[in-house]
């Protein structure tokens, strides 16, 4: 018998039922108990999704993130949130996003200080980080998690408990003086003993234990630490499933191999050729789970190719072979039969969380009968499979004709920085310490209205371009009164930064339903990139000239760079993501161009997703940065000197990468830095960046609004590494995810303290 289970499912909800159960309540529209009744129901509906499954993961859901779930369930919270009066939830949420509801806010005006949000490994989904000092304590808190496991018995679901690991939790953290956080270990692991035993308690046999950062490169102590760990935890009650994913083991197979846990689950998709190393090293009594079905993409599974592979694999290994999707379902929709508009030959090609499943119910029954007993199943994803490969929908000659011809003259500025940025500054004349915004202002229901309606049919082309014209002369009219230098036009007329550019892009599909968590309640809807890459026609140029015409001010024209939409797209894996990366900046490069016809002086290419992209090996650094920094200059340099290019970078730490960021020679960069307190500006105290650049003071992922005086805290201690010359003034990100009435008053203290710093001079 072959064992099949799940690492995690979607926690949103098809209809994204938890997102609006959340902003409703922060908005003080609902109490905590219609929130945790929302919860109750979407465990619910998600498990019996899975019931199928021989083991069912429980500790997977999450309110917000499972990181900072994992924070709670070890008493590891910030002493900034101690001595609270309220419910642990609200706590959490001040964690989360620096406040909760406003009737739970207890007279906190601004809350507290959320916590630093980063990238989960090479994902779009964002965790908040764990904080540690030399003081750091831990407390078993598992009322969570065994609240969630008893709901799940209750439903006679076959319950599989997941957890992230002791080393990875560590290693995820990060520490705020300047001591060890490994010297925690020892602190950390009769907490994760404690853990073990209350789940054992509950009458369980396995349990999912979570090291994904076994995919990456270990100094030798951390290699250390995972023996010290899983010796420690080796005598405790239950059956530990260790669990990788995102990549290969490599030089930590032999390692993980020999660790005393009853099983372990390895990445089929990213490391199948580790599988045969990987049995031959673990003990005969030892389980192996293998990730046969990809978690990360929607492409559906070639399933009869599979079993070519996997057939002997499993002859081999018999009932110790456990079968599963790659990694947790988070990252891909729910559910692909809602999608009722999808053209029916490319949506024959992709398979969303349930149908994913549902592969693996195929797989695992053509292990245990035979081929024949899955015969109309199996004959249907041939047909798929084959459909896509020969479809003449996926081909384009010309792109793949224009990508052959790039050579490295294509991502070449005419001049050095130091003379551009001479004649930008005749041009655009502005003050020190300039201000500006990332691009998006509020997306209002009014915004939203017009959009379905138009989407609908509802209103004609006309009457939606009138509204977002009204939209677009708000944001003008707002700056003109805030007294911003450089002005944005708000991307009222933009669903999303990628699936706005990937509609007007020949070579992508789109979901109505496809949305996939990317932090808290915020989740974006991936464009599918299926084919060659090409632009018809202009696709900003329009919005921009009319928002330039209602001010004198520069107006900044808006492009997401070549990077992040691939880093944000579901993309096709029939080819190099370097190839495709280069197919979407020739169109992005074609709209520069046409912005810089059209007048528009300053033009900012986001890149916020060029981190997230790294391997996570960093000795495989250096291709995807070489092919990732070349396709950003193509888009992006074929510019006059005259015009100013910006590019944006939000929640990632790149103080590892920045040399390749410099390469870029963006003339002005913007990123995160506010949650950070400015540490991710600490490189440039040993590295000399040469061109302008903005760190974020205004965070946009929290209801806080910063006030003048900590602006300007934080724009005195970016100057101690970069001189102010150099230097703008502007929030983390764009400010669509706001409200207006947070919005303003943030801006008004943020110009306010750029006028405060230049008269210091």
Known sequence: MVRTHNLG????????????????????????????????????????????????????????????????????LPERVGGYRGDALDNYFRIARGRSAPTAAYGESQGVAAGEMTKWFDTNYHYIVPEFDSNTTFELDSSHLIQQIRQAKSLGVNVKPVIIGPVTYLALGK????????????????????????IASEGLEWVQIDEAVLVTELEPNWTQAFETAYQSLAGTKIKLLLTTYFGKLL????????????????????????????????????????????????????????????????TKLGDRLWIAPSCSLLHVPVDLDGETRLDSEIKSWFAFAKQKLEELRVVKAVLEGGRAAAKPHLDANQAATTSRR??????????????????????????????????????????????????SFPQTADIRRARNQFKAGKIDEAAYSSAMHDEIARCVREQESLGLDVFVHGEAERND?????????????????????????????????????????????????????????????????????????????????????????????????????????????????????????????????????????ICANGAADETQIHTHMCYSDFNDIIEAIAHMDADVITIETSRSDMELLD???????????????????????????????????????????????????????????EVIPALTNMVAAAKTLRSAE
């Not at 159960?21 to 465990?43: F, I, P, Q, T």
């Not at 003379?419 to 300039?434: D, G, S």
């Not at 190839?579 to 709209?591: D, F, G, H, P, S």
């Not at 100057?719 to 230097?727: D, F, G, K, N, S």
């Open 9 to 76: 499912f979607p926690r949103m909800g098809a209809g994204r039922e938890l997102k609006f159960a959340l902003e409703a309540y922060w908005k003080g529209e609902s109490s905590l108990d219609d929130l945790r009744a929302v919860g109750a129901n979407l465990r619910r509906l998600n498990w019996e999704s899975q019931a199928q499954l021989d083991l069912v993961p429980v500790g997977d859901f999450s309110f917000y993130d499972q990181v900072l779930d994992m924070s709670f369930t070890l008493g590891n």
């Open 497 to 633: 930064m990628v699936e706005y550019f990937g509609e007007q892009l020949d070579g992508y599909a789109f979901s109505e339903f496809g949305w996939v968590q990317s932090y808290g309640s915020r989740c974006v809807k991936p464009p599918i990139l299926f084919g060659d890459i090409s632009r018809p026609q202009p696709m900003t140029v329009k919005w921009i000239k009319y928002a330039q015409s209602l001010t004198k001010k520069p107006m900044k024209g808006m492009l997401t760079g070549p990077v992040t939409i691939l880093n944000w797209s579901f993309v096709r894996d029939d080819q190099p993501r370097s190839t495709t990366c280069k197919q979407i900046a020739l169109a992005i490069r074609n709209e520069v161009q046409d912005l810089e016809q059209a007048g528009v002086k300053i033009i900012q290419i986001d890149e916020a997703a060029l981190r997230e992209g790294l391997p996570l090996r960093r000795s495989q650094w250096q291709d995807y940065l070489g092919w990732a920094v070349e396709s950003f200059r």
């Open 390 to 439: 020969q479809s003449l929908r996926v081909n384009n000659p010309a792109v793949k004709s224009a990508v052959a011809k790039i050579d490295s003259q294509l991502g070449q500025r005419k001049s050095p920085f130091a003379l551009r940025a001479k004649k930008q500054a005749e041009i655009l004349n502005l003050p020190k310490y300039a201000t500006t915004t990332i691009g």
């Open 175 to 198: 520490v705020k003086d300047d001591s060890d956080k490994l010297a925690l270990l020892s602190r950390l692991l009769p907490v994760y003993q404690k853990l073990l035993e209350a």
């Open 683 to 741: 490189v440039f105290e040993t590295f000399k960046y040469p061109n302008q650049i903005g760190p974020g003071v205004y965070d946009i992922h929290s209801p806080n609004i910063p006030t003048e005086e900590h602006i300007i805290g934080l724009m005195q201690k970016a100057a101690e590494r970069i001189p102010p010359e150099r230097l703008w003034v502007n929030p983390d990100c764009g400010l669509k995810t706001r409200q207006w009435d």
């Open 251 to 314: 030089e930590n197979l032999p390692m993980v191999a020999g660790l005393p846990v009853a099983g372990v689950h390895l990445d089929a998709v990213n490391a199948r050729d580790e599988v045969d190393a990987l049995i031959q090293m673990l003990p005969p009594d030892r389980v192996l789970s293998l990730g046969v079905i990809n978690g990360r993409n929607i492409w559906k599974t070639d399933v009869n190719g599979l079993l070519d592979w996997l057939e002997p694999v499993a």
